[in-house]
């Protein structure tokens, strides 16, 4: 089974990494921090996951007991509608899953054999996500905001700092792994599912896999020259 390979080779930094990257001020994050946004934000993740599990026993308890409602919206919004899953909408107290995502998602993993990730388990990962954007919310505060901000800019004696918002992501995906005790990282389901629905190949994958892990090795090197 390859898909086997891409899911062993997406561990907890890998994907903290690929997170990281993902996020506008990236490349302003000094090499000897990245490690500490990594670290810092699995363990923001991990401690709410714990934490959740003492006090509850399910996602949906979590979001009765905070008051927030599970919408599933059915509609069809195009191509581009795969980037829509779940989204915690804070004012509205309701977290909107998106069916027809979902749908997409499972057809794409049936495609390459992984029968394990069907609707209910889908479901159950994206809306695990979400809820730990509500307890940030209404109960930790953000991921990002609890962290470090990096200078953006430095004129003279101006200084711009901006927090890392991915970290709140590299939290949710560590929550939704321990919470759901999920032998895999749920943010590989995004890469399976490029594949599996043909937008990229496994080569291209795998390249990128590789391209993290230089990334991360990059920034454990310059710890000692530092
Ligand atoms: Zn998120």
Aim: glycine residues 4%; aromatic residues 12%.
């Amino acid at each position: 089974m390859p898909y086997k390979m891409i899911i062993e080779r997406a561990n907890d930094r890998l994907m903290a990494m690929a997170e990281l990257m993902e996020d506008n001020y990236f490349k302003k994050i000094p090499n000897n921090r990245i490690d500490y946004f990594i670290d810092e934000s699995i363990k923001i993740g991990l401690e709410t996951a714990q934490n959740s599990m003492e006090r509850y026993s399910s996602l949906e308890e979590i979001c009765e007991d905070k008051k927030v409602k599970i919408e599933l919206d059915t509609a069809e919004y195009g191509f581009e509608m795969i980037k829509l899953r779940g989204k915690y909408n804070e004012e509205k107290e309701t977290i909107i899953m998106y069916h027809n995502s979902i749908k997409r998602m499972e057809i794409a993993y049936k495609e390459l054999g992984i029968d394990f990730l069907n609707y209910d388990t889908i479901y159950k990962i994206l809306l695990a996500h979400e809820v730990f954007h509500l307890i940030e919310v209404k109960e930790i505060g953000n991921t990002y905001e609890r962290l470090e901000d990096v200078n953006i800019f430095k004129l003279g004696p101006l200084k711009k700092f901006y927090p890392i918002v991915k970290t709140s992501d590299v939290g949710a995906n560590i929550f939704a792994k321990k919470f759901l005790n999920l032998s895999y990282h749920p943010k590989v389901l995004n890469y399976l599912y490029l594949w599996g629905a043909g937008i990229i190949d496994k080569d291209k994958l795998i390249d990128y896999f590789d391209e993290l892990d230089k990334k991360l090795n990059e920034s454990h090197l310059n710890d000692s020259v530092e």
